[in-house]
């Protein structure tokens, strides 16, 4: 199973965004986000409802307690 910051950047991969945009529209900076998924940096809670939110995912998916959505068929 992947960590956290693995899932943050599959989630962000399925949607086919970059992290600046990820981080505009989770009103966070560019070099926090990227810490995020780098495993630099953990998230507060509000943050990960933010995540949460913007990719379509529940707090468990990110967690890695249920699996992630599949992508998107084109």
Request: glycine letters at 6%.
């Amino acid at each position: 199973m992947n960590g956290f910051p693995e899932r943050l950047k599959a989630c962000r991969k399925r949607l086919h965004v970059s992290q600046e945009i990820v981080a505009v529209n989770c009103k966070i900076s560019f070099s926090t986000y990227r810490r995020y998924e780098t495993g630099d940096r953990e998230p507060s809670l509000s943050t990960l409802c933010a995540f949460a939110d913007y990719f379509g995912v529940t707090l468990d998916q990110l967690a890695g307690r249920a699996p992630l959505p599949e992508e998107p068929q084109s």
